[in-house]
């Protein structure tokens, strides 16, 4: 037997390679969701990936569900057949309906060990290979499932091989436990740099070691006011309070003596973009890097100089877009992307999802952006609209006001919020390095086990060719039973 890989990997003398088919049944049965109101409903998001665990759910009724879902029951394997490279499977020890695209399984082996195997690295290629082998595997269907191989051990070494599986990844569990602690502690810490930098708490010792630098209200007096933006409207007259350095209207916040609070359109000019239109093919794939939001998401906090879309200069003469110099401070202003913040490595046109700032000399382009993300959360209080599509808009974009601090000072904010992020960033490397370390000890455990090297194996264990013997002859004795009943039923209604 063969899962389409060749030859299968040689098992111990009392184990028998089967077919999923052989071992295991595919209870698909739709049922009409207005009837289950109260039963609890399983989709695939509702699983983790690879880990086995079952996350928060809802019921039909919460959920609102019409389309029909499969029924499944306590003691059978739910797995979804979308996108399996994900690994959701799990147990159900309760009554619910899933997703159609979910399969209820039934089986007669250890249900733990089943379960074990279809966690694993090795099913997950077993399933590939009968897949095709393709790169992108969208659903297995029940064909494909029942022809996957699956190595078969005495039950009762199925269960001593579950009690160690699970004696040893509760200890790995554990670990991972602990390191999920860290993960927010790292980005607490991160906020917590940012705000203490744009509250002035973080360069206190620099400002005492250097009291004869110019204030920056001095420094804003000589900067000249860059004219309106062309579509301006009038900024809000109300103040929302920010969490760091930015605020619509001037802030109530106490500042160090030598900062100022302004508003941020009396020393930067304020610029946005525009998206030529889709239904001219003319105006995109030419050598002008256009920013989206997806650009600002993947290279948040950083210097961007490549796009993933460019547009034309014919698309650029037909839109309202315009190309911004490098230097510019960009941050998202729509929909649930808001707080996405880049610097331009070089022109670059954007879309109207942004609003940005071209900066003079003495405002270094770092700070205005590093400010903007330790205002992550204040950012979406400044925005109206519905939940689903919330907005800043530019009445509250006028009235923007920052925290300013002296030239010399901005860069020594850069500098040591820059030396803090990357020890973060070094630490949380370090802990997706041990997180995959425990992933791959996992997949070990399951490895040796399924190639009947994590337990020794029982000469006095019924060989598993026995068990697969008498689990074929019960399918038999079962068969004719569910052919009898139908015929009963059929000739009760003549």
Known sequence: MSDGSGALPSLPESWIWAHFRDVASIDSKLVAPVDFPDHPHIAPDNIGKGTGRLLDYRTIAEDGVTSNKNHFFPGQIVYSKIRPYLSKVIIADFEGLCSADMYPISTPLELRYLFRYMLSDFFLAAVKNQAGNRVVLPKVNQRQLYDVSVPVPPLAEQRRIVTAIESLQARSSRAREALSEVGPLLEQFRQSVLRSAFSGRLTADWRAAHPDVEPASEMVSRIPEPPPPARAKSATPNRIEGDSGLS???????????????????????????????????????????????????????????????????????????????????????????????ILGKEMATSQDFVGWVLPTDVNPKFLMYLMLAEYDG????????????????????????ALPPTQEQNEIVDRVESMLDTIEEQSAMLQGSESALTQLDQSILAKAFRGELVPQNPNDEPAAELLARIRAAREADTPKKKSKAKSRSSAGT
Request: aromatic share 10%.
């Open 379 to 402: 950012l979406r209080r400044f925005a109206k609209g519905s939940t689903s599509n919330p907005t800043v808009y530019f009445s509250e974009v006028l009235a923007f006001h920052i």
């Open 248 to 342: 619509v209207g001037p802030t109530g916040k106490d500042l160090p003596a030598t900062w100022f609070c302004t508003r941020l359109t009396r020393i930067a000019r304020l610029v946005t973009g525009h998206t030529p239109s889709r239904k001219h093919p003319e105006y995109w794939n030419g050598g002008v890097p256009w920013i989206g939001i997806k650009d600002a998401r993947d290279q948040n906090g950083r210097v961007i100089d490549e796009t993933y879309q460019q547009v034309t200069k014919l698309g650029l003469a037909n839109s309202a877009s315009r190309l911004l110099p490098a230097g510019t401070v960009l941050v998202t202003r729509t929909t649930n992307s808001i707080g996405y913040s880049v």
